[in-house]
């Protein structure tokens, strides 16, 4: 009788609170009327019943509320609003996604950084703040099974290495763009903040992944690859470019470049769109979240598993343990997760793929 009415009181915890807890938080909560030895044993029924299951080697929740708590913990309600969420990449491993419902509420398309030449680009809005790690947007487009016969039809045309065929980011005729990462432009190597990775748990897919923090108004770059331009190294495509910037465009080139940026209004908003990214506009038209403004724009809350207590004198051994606790949803061997903590608990490691699409 005791058993299923505190059973019943923890599981109300787990729903209310909507994060992992600890055995020390149930006593708290509990206002210590119980022994944290007697909470203990408790839990560990419970695990061993089916009601809890474990987030972390020292947390648990119940077993409908186990994604929603890791949700809550690794992304604030601000962010979660705005459609932020999370993609499972590795069996005990999260990273922040950026779906393709939200996608337009981070990011706008702007003119280029790089130049007139470049076209448009891919901004993050002013009022956004992304993390390293965070999956940016996903590479969406036809899928074929080889390579355009002609350079021009290839343009926005990616490799997809986990099933051998390709994404062509545009319609078949080349007017509409069917994603906002083909207007992510390649600014050589050193200017890269993203890259372009895919995952063994969502094969057929191609992700962009930002490989640092990315500010407000910031435009993002990622690597196509000097091959992808005809050359062997980025220093070829750099001295091709200088000569190139030399020689005057023609008549028919201006032509062809007002053309493909046309501006059209929008007959149900009346807001001025490029033509060829109405396809993806007419998705999202009208969506009130695309101005909010934030109060915070860290998407990371502050709470015992992201960042340590060190507002008072800490010894050795128990920082150790703090700073264990601050990285609790940090994975080592997934440079992705770095960002699941406040704490420089991760050392020296830097945040690189093995292998670029």
Known sequence: MLYEALTRIISDMCLRIGTPLTVKRVSF???NLIDDDLVDALCLRMLHDGILVKCTEETFTTRNMAKISVLNSLITEEYQHLGMILMQVNERSWVRYIPLTAEHRFFELRPSSIGADAGL?????????IPQGCVLCEYRGRLLKALPRTAENGTYVV??????SYLDGVTEDGLQHLSLATFINDNGPLRANAAMTEYNRHPGRVFVVANRDIQPR???FVVYGATYWGFTSYAELKKAEAKRSKRR??????????????????????D??????????????GDSLINKKLLHLDCLPFHDFTAADVSFKVLYEHRKKALQRAKSFVNLSEPQTFSHTHEDAVGNLEFTFKESV
């Open 121 to 129: 680009g891919l901004f993050l809005r002013s009022s956004r703040r």
């Open 218 to 220: 910031e435009e993002i």
């Open 272 to 285: 001025n769109i490029v033509r060829r990214s109405l396809h993806l506009h007419s998705e999202h038209c």
């Open 249 to 270: 465009r023609t008549p028919v080139e201006d032509d062809a470049m007002s053309c493909h940026n046309l501006i059209m209004p929008c007959r149900r908003c009346g």
């Open 159 to 164: 490799r997809v290495r986990n099933t051998a």
């Open 29 to 31: 909560l509990l206002c």
